[in-house]
């Protein structure tokens, strides 16, 4: 009996060895704080026989464009360059500095949105504002730093280098596919990028010694991002409320409902992030009734103190004329769900 009980055990033992020389370990789901890194993941999955191997899922990846591989390896290099292409901070009053991430590859309109951003507020307020883009699309894949985790963790990290962080404004613009349990859509077909949720965000900004924030997140259900982002000197704008759609996405679309009615629309006509928000809320009431839409209702939180900061930023500001919005292709505006 003995015998038999130490040679199962023995045969266990060698199971568990085999199991953990191919990589089978357990890991920490992402958003946790002992993340690992989802290219780390995958390459600890046991090799596979070529007759079992699925073919990677390439189709829609650019042909002119870098392998996969090779996008993954010059990140560093394509971030370090967008950082020192900022303009110099303008001394003795705050700066502004947008940082716009466009998480969806799949779909134009968020890369329209995240480019747009950037044209409009270097173009429009002048050199006390600043913009850094992040994007997942077929187009930039050889001249934009990925939207992704990773990536908006250095960004972050550069920009607090480059700020004044007693006076200076962070400007984050997220603009991606969101999910009812309230986790932002970061992809780009095949890389295997984590998603980020609403505690995943709100603990990568309080990280960070960033004093003054406005934070625009930009996705169906993006009201629940809310309570792990609101606070002292921070302004949280979404596009919905936690249990809500919101719309515009799709390749049919230039520009989603919020998308167009805060920045192009409202922000060409003012400065005022909190006025331009009100404005925004009443054009997307009116295009979701005149579509019979489910009402999204964008919200809103002021954090003590940022209106007053953002109205110390402002002073002394002369916007430039508007700045047009380019429909690329064919699009059609505020067309689709998402």
């Keep these: 009996m003995r015998a038999s ?40 999955q046991p090799p596979l026989d070529d007759a079992e191997a699925p073919a ?40 502004l500095y947008l940082l716009a991430f466009a998480g969806d590859g799949s779909e134009d309109v968020f890369h329209n949105e995240a480019e747009y951003a950037a044209r ?4 429009r307020f002048g050199a006390t504002a600043h913009a850094l883009v992040l994007e997942n699309s077929p187009d930039t894949l050889s001249t934009r730093p990925l939207a992704t985790w990773s990536n908006l963790e250095s960004a972050l990290d550069g920009l607090a280098d480059a700020m004044d962080p007693r006076q200076d404004v962070l400007l984050l613009y997220l603009s991606t596919h969101g ?30 010694p960033f004093k003054w924030k406005v934070v625009v997140v930009n996705a169906c259900y993006s009201g629940g991002f809310i309570p792990s982002l609101q ?53 997307i009431t009116k295009w979701e009734r005149q579509e ?13 103190g940022i209106a007053e900061q953002l109205a110390r930023w402002r002073q002394g500001l002369k916007p430039g004329p508007a700045v047009p919005f380019q429909q690329p292709r064919q699009s059609a505006p505020l067309a689709a769900h998402h």
């Design 5 to 44: 009980l130490i040679a199962l055990l023995a045969f266990a033992a060698g199971i568990l060895a085999m199991l953990l020389a191919q990589g089978w370990l357990p890991h920490h789901p992402a958003g946790q704080a002992s993340r690992v890194p989802a290219i780390a993941r995958v390459a600890t």
């Design 56 to 95: 990677l899922p390439q189709d829609d990846w650019p042909e002119q464009a870098p392998t996969p591989e090779q996008v993954l390896y010059t990140q560093p290099q394509l971030l370090d360059a967008a950082l020192a292409r900022l303009g110099p901070r303008v001394p003795g009053r705050p700066n």
């Design 120 to 123: 409009l507020f270097t173009r």
């Design 179 to 208: 999910s009812e349990d309230h986790t932002l859509l970061v992809d780009m077909d095949p890389l295997p990028l984590d998603q980020i949720g609403a505690q995943d965000l709100g603990a990568i900004l309080a990280a960070r």
């Design 231 to 283: 606070g002292e000197g921070t302004l949280v704008l979404t596009a919905a409320r936690s249990d809500r759609s919101s719309f515009g996405c799709g390749n049919d679309s230039a520009a989603t409902y919020f998308g167009r009615a805060w920045l192009i629309d409202a922000l060409n006509h003012t400065p005022d992030f909190i006025a331009a928000f009100a404005q925004a809320k009443g054009e």
């Design 292 to 304: 019979r839409l489910l009402p999204s209702e964008p919200q809103m939180a002021i954090g003590k």
